[in-house]
């Protein structure tokens, strides 16, 4: 299957900082990326959806500021928290597929956990 | 919340014995996808199933599906530990969003 990395894996930042995350597609142009955030032992929440080259979609109760979602190119997306606290800290998930078919499946990146101190 | 409940929440099964687990969901759908995550990883896909099939299967998952009940079930047939891990059922309502259920936490024991 397609490949989506993530970087970093892991982070840990001081509370006001911003921290940025990025979301490749390695193999495959990404029409569409999504960004996932998962609490301990809990499902992912969908935080924003974005296109290549358009504004980031974000869904009900996700602060667009806080959360800045950037989609330079078919294969990059880049989430940046902004001015990081403790509640920020989570397990960020980005996807991507490629065409616009409902059916087609989404790939996922490993993940970034984010620790806010 | 359109969020898809999951059940049971948690198993604890021997390896070669079957896992199932239950999802129901609210909303009109298009398809329904089932993903595994192992501990602190990303999600890998196991099978997409559509709104006008009633069961598919794909090596030792098989997947069916009630749109009457508004309901899908997993089975793991034969179990074996490497199967250990949280497994989700998401909906895909036509539009490009997928909408998580709550996982199930599986555990299988040598």
């Known amino acids: 299957g397609a490949v989506v990395s993530q970087h970093p894996s892991r982070v840990i930042c001081k509370s006001g900082t911003s921290v940025k995350i990025e979301c490749r597609s390695l193999?495959?142009?990404?029409?569409?990326m999504f960004w996932y955030r998962q609490f301990p032992k809990k499902s992912l929440m969908l935080m924003a959806t974005?296109?290549?080259?358009?504004?980031?979609?974000?869904e009900q109760g996700v602060e667009k500021d806080k959360f800045l979602i950037n989609h330079a190119s078919l294969t990059l997306s880049t989430l940046t928290v902004t001015s990081a606290h403790p509640e920020d800290s989570s397990f960020y998930i980005c996807s991507a597929r490629f065409g616009t078919s409902s059916y087609n499946e989404q790939f996922f990146g490993p993940g970034t956990r984010l620790t806010v101190l | 919340s359109q969020q898809g409940e999951e059940d049971p929440q948690a198993l604890s099964i021997q390896e070669g014995e079957n896992a199932t687990m239950n999802c129901s969901y609210k909303?009109?759908?298009?398809?329904l996808q089932w993903y595994r995550q192992n501990s602190g990883r990303g999600l890998v896909h196991l099978i997409l199933?559509?709104?006008?099939?009633r069961e598919k299967h794909s090596g030792r998952l098989r997947v069916t599906l009630d749109t009457s009940k508004k309901s899908s079930s997993l089975l793991i047939t034969a179990s074996r530990a490497a199967d250990t891990a949280s497994y989700f059922c998401a909906t895909g309502t036509g539009f490009q969003k997928l909408v998580f259920g709550t996982g199930t936490r599986l555990l299988v024991s040598p």
């Open positions: 199933i559509r709104s006008n099939e």
């Open positions: 974005s296109n290549e080259g358009s504004k980031a979609t974000y």
């Open positions: 909303t009109s759908i298009n398809n």
């Open positions: 193999d495959f142009q990404a029409t569409t």
